[in-house]
């Protein structure tokens, strides 16, 4: 399952970064390729991605685990999607930890490809630890 993963120190409260992470109205300000939210509720939300082309680009994903100020997880519901063909699953995890210097943020995430995309998971997760990247350069624009 190619996993990729990211780490930096935010000079920010934990609490502060948790806030941010917490509440998915915020992807689009953090998240990269992120346009819009709909549907956001407690525990399930639709991120909306613009696709090359300019089409709107719907993801469902649905909260596994949330342990206020460190701990949030989330996984894409891929049946029924056209992220089907490719992915069984994805899985996104976000870590807080307070530092001297403010708070570690750790981004995880697992995918598991599907059929012929396998052969795939070493540029699956290249392109996927620079999504973290910039998904932590995107935290750190806003708290730092």
């Known amino acids: 399952m190619p996993t990729a ?23 689009p300000r953090w998240w990269p390729g992120v346009t819009r939210m709909e549907a956001v509720e407690e525990e399930s939300w639709t991120q909306v991605f613009s696709s090359r082309r300019g ?4 993801v469902d994903f649905r909260l596994l685990e949330s342990h206020a100020p460190s701990l949030r ?7 029924g999607s056209p992220f089907e063909r490719i992915l069984n699953q994805s899985i996104t995890i976000v870590r807080l930890e ?11 995430l697992h995918q598991k490809l599907r059929g012929y995309s396998r052969t795939g998971g070493l540029m699956l997760r290249r392109a996927t630890r620079k999504q973290l990247d910039e998904a ?6 806003i708290l730092g």
């Open 136 to 141: 932590l350069e995107g935290l750190q624009r």
């Open 98 to 108: 307070p530092v001297q210097r403010g708070t570690a943020v750790t981004i995880e």
């Open 73 to 79: 997880s989330w996984e894409q519901e891929i049946e």
């Open 5 to 27: 993963n990211r780490s930096r120190t935010i000079e920010a409260a934990q609490e502060d970064v948790w806030a941010l992470i917490e509440d998915p109205h915020h992807l």
């Open 55 to 58: 089409r709107a680009v719907r």
